[in-house]
């Protein structure tokens, strides 16, 4: 079908799946993004939620594209903050163990752009994202996970606005069965940079 024959759904489902293999592009990428601009008055809130990280990218690979109004954006921010799914198990035992080594950090923090941070250092601009696995597929040739679409394009967004992303997978931790394999494991997660932050908060010199 032609693009005016597509409703707020399918729109939203293509802004969101052009948005998660990081097809920005094409040379029809903004007539598009201009399209569903039109007639976002038209999308619910769900469709909304989609179309926020599509305008994000928008923002950072086409930044003379056309410009929202201030209340639209905040219209889609608060859409799409909505979905944030509720902390884990998981993400709560991650927590625990960074804070015994020493990683203070921010527990679901939210940035100004609207994404939920598993644990943050806002002032560094460093996150840990704990990841389930609704944020994996397998790869049926290597028989191996690899990230999914939503999860690249998280950590694609954060990068752009200056945050340096650590990611724990949920079958890598969920092989650590001591408090000292834990340690080990995030100490080489965070390599030099972790162990500056521990030190310097320790007054340790380093």
């Given at each position: 079908p032609r693009l005016g024959e597509f409703n707020s759904q399918a729109l939203a489902n293509t802004a969101w799946a052009f948005a998660c293999a990081g097809c920005l592009t094409s040379d029809g990428i903004v007539a598009f993004f201009d399209h569903v601009i039109d007639i976002v008055s038209t999308f619910e809130a769900i469709e909304l939620s989609q179309l926020y990280p599509f305008w994000l990218l928008m923002c950072v690979e086409h930044p003379h594209a056309r410009q929202l109004e201030p209340q639209l954006q905040e219209r889609?921010?608060?859409?799409?903050?909505?979905?944030?799914?509720?902390?884990?198990?998981?993400?709560r035992n991650v927590s625990t163990?960074?804070?015994?080594?020493?990683?203070?950090?921010?527990?679901?923090?939210?940035?100004?752009?609207?994404?939920?941070?598993?644990?943050?250092?806002?002032?560094?601009?460093?996150?840990?994202?704990?990841?389930?696995?609704?944020?994996?597929?397998?790869?049926?040739?290597?028989d191996t996970f690899v990230e999914n679409g939503a999860t690249r394009l998280k950590t694609r967004l954060l990068e752009s606005f200056g945050w340096t992303v650590?990611?724990?997978?949920?079958?890598?931790?969920?092989?650590?069965?001591?408090?000292?394999?834990?340690?080990?494991?995030?100490?080489?997660?965070?390599?030099?940079?972790?162990?500056?932050?521990?030190?310097?908060?320790r007054g340790v010199a380093i």
């Open positions: 889609l921010r608060q859409a799409y903050v909505q979905t944030m799914p509720r902390p884990s198990r998981l993400q163990a960074l804070s015994r080594l020493g990683w203070t950090h921010e527990f679901e923090y939210v940035t100004e752009e609207g994404f939920s941070l598993d644990m943050a250092r806002p002032t560094l601009k460093h996150c840990i994202e704990v990841d389930g696995p609704s944020h994996y597929l397998r790869d049926a040739a290597s650590t990611r724990v997978p949920y079958f890598e931790w969920g092989r650590l069965q001591s408090d000292v394999e834990k340690r080990h494991y995030l100490e080489a997660k965070l390599g030099n940079s972790g162990r500056g932050e521990v030190a310097e908060r």
